[in-house]
């Protein structure tokens, strides 16, 4: 068993992922952090039954994360949060399962920093669905066939989504560009706006889309459209338990969800 933590325990995802986690075998849940409902217990609060796990203050990380045990820390919350608590985990030697996305490269590259120095084993995804990831596959092998296509990222979320457009968009994006030799990105267009040789990057937003992705190959007479749907969070917390029972019996460094999955 792993024993594992969870900083946006409050939050949609975090309770999600403790409902997970109790429901596995790999993993239990020893430490939870988050803004909001300090001292409640987390199983409570996931709506899951009392779990004798109290959701600390960020604040008390180091000493919650040393007298739980905890091995890995699963963070769900947002960027400016993990960017300053990834790393002090990081420094306890605790491994890194990352979920939140709108990391700048600053912030991101810092996290990657803290994870090498302190030689602790982790993944940073922006998605840890499992069809996601095959997704990515898919993409990057058409791509290679799909040279001469415009391509276009279009991606919808629910209206609570705050960082746009959504880190798996810039993920299919950055797949295609690396097989397409370097492409520039074109966020939405206004106006008078010809088309070049980029990657067009859409985001729509509105009530409770779980996450949809679609990425556009248009050719002249043809096209071929690839999809995602997310039908629940469900894909996304269950990977990402998944990921931190790996994670928690991998070697120090830093890994992907490729790896994790064997794609
Ligand atoms: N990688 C994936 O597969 C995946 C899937 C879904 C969502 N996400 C990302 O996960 C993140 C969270 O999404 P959500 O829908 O659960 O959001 P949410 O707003 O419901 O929850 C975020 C939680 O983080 C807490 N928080 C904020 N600042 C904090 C801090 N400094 N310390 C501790 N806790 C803090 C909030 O109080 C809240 O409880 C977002 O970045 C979202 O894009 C990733």
């Known amino acids: 068993m792993i024993n594992v933590g969870v900083t946006g325990a409050s939050g949609r995802m975090g309770r999600l992922i403790i409902d997970n986690i109790i429901r596995s075998e790999d993993v239990c849940l020893v430490s939870a952090f988050d803004l909001t409902n300090i001292g409640m217990d987390a199983g409570e609060v996931a709506q899951v039954g009392n779990l004798d796990v109290m959701i600390s203050d960020v604040s008390d990380m180091e000493s919650v994360l040393k007298e739980s045990a905890t091995q890995v820390l699963i963070d769900f919350t947002i960027a400016d949060a993990t960017a300053a608590n990834a790393p002090r985990a990081a420094s306890c030697g605790v491994g890194l399962v990352i979920g939140t996305t709108g990391l700048s490269p600053e912030q991101k590259r810092t996290i990657e920093e803290s994870i090498i120095s302190n030689n602790v084993p982790a993944i940073i995804s922006p998605n840890y669905s499992i069809g996601v990831n095959v997704f990515f596959k898919i993409l990057s092998e058409a791509a290679k066939y799909l040279d001469e296509a415009d391509v276009e ?15 798996t968009a810039l993920r299919a994006a950055d797949v295609i560009s690396e097989v397409m030799g370097g492409k520039e990105y074109v966020y939405g267009r206004e106006g008078l706006s010809p088309r070049g040789k980029e990657i067009g990057i859409h985001a729509v937003r509105g009530g409770d889309i779980a996450g949809d992705h679609t990425v556009l190959f248009a050719l002249e007479g043809e096209r071929i459209e690839i999809k995602h749907q997310a039908h629940s969070r469900q894909a996304f917390a269950g990977g990402a338990v998944k990921a931190a029972a790996w994670i928690g019996n991998a070697e120090p460094g830093l890994y992907t969800m490729q790896d994790i999955l064997g794609i």
């Open 153 to 167: 990222v279009i991606e919808a979320h629910h209206k609570h989504k705050k960082d746009s457009p959504s880190g």
